[in-house]
T-cell receptor, first 113, second 116 residues
Framework: GESVGLHLPTLSVQEGDNSIINCAYS??????FIWYKQESGKGPQFIID?????DKRQGQRVTVLLNKTVKHLSLQIAATQPGDSAVYFC????????????FGGGTRVLVKP | EPEVTQTPSHQVTQMGQEVILRCVPI?????FYWYRQILGQKVEFLVS????????KSEIFDDQFSVERPDGSNFTLKIRSTKLEDSAMYFC??????????????FGDGTRLSIL
């Protein structure tokens, strides 16, 4: 069936370095993607989104890249800070099929001081 | 910044009992959702709700589940006869379709449901 998955379950990064979190998706009809951050005891927090008519979108310290050819999504965090330590999820949506989000399994990012 | 709020934060219930989880979505949002996350697993879609009716639901959302918007601010998830496997974090989310398609869903901090 269709699924969204993550390559790396845990990413350890030095404070100040850049982080890259990857996500593979298999539903070629998906046209909207979101990255969420989840801290312990909290709900998923919206970070950034991208529509399928774009291949790059930038926010504050974050960049999302979308490669539709290989169905790959990545989140880049610049100058990673201790507050970035969390689990990061990608989620996809196929608008024609409704509003539900299909989540990936999550990547834990640990920032070392 | 407006946020989705959920109560209670933790609910402990005996198996077979009914439970109601409550959510207050962001006030100008029109789409509402419930998701769940079993410990160590992915966040899974349960149901979406728009214009006072269910717009879509997953296989998980069987006859034991129901949703309601009893007034202009609350959105509830009811499980009629809870099972051990219903133990999970339940997240409510809302989105604003007024800005066009593909709008982000904003999540609450969840209710941890523990079935004994």
């Amino acid at each position: 069936g269709e699924s969204v998955g993550l390559h790396l379950p845990t990413l350890s990064v030095q404070e100040g370095d850049n982080s890259i979190i990857n996500c593979a998706y298999s539903n070629s009809a998906s046209d909207y993607f979101i990255w969420y951050k989840q801290e312990s005891g909290k709900g998923p927090q919206f970070i950034i989104d991208i529509r399928s008519n774009m291949d790059k979108r930038q926010g504050q310290r974050v960049t999302v890249l979308l490669n539709k050819t290989v169905k790959h999504l990545s989140l880049q965090i610049a100058a990673t800070q201790p507050g970035d330590s969390a689990v990061y999820f990608c989620a996809e949506n196929e608008w024609a099929a409704g509003n539900k989000l299909t989540f990936g399994g999550g990547t834990r990012v640990l920032v070392k001081p | 910044e407006p946020e989705v709020t959920q109560t209670p934060s933790h609910q402990v219930t005996q198996m077979g009992q009914e439970v109601i989880l409550r959510c207050v979505p962001i006030s100008n949002h029109l789409y509402f959702y419930w998701y769940r996350q079993i410990l160590g697993q992915k966040v899974e879609f349960l149901v979406s709700f728009y214009n006072n009716e269910i717009s879509e639901k997953s296989e998980i959302f069987d006859d034991q589940f129901s949703v309601e918007r009893p007034d202009g601010s609350n959105f509830t998830l009811k499980i009629r006869s809870t099972k051990l496997e219903d133990s999970a974090m339940y997240f409510c989310a809302s989105s604003d379709p007024g800005q066009g398609r593909n709008q982000p869903q904003h999540f609450g901090d969840g209710t941890r449901l523990s079935i004994l």
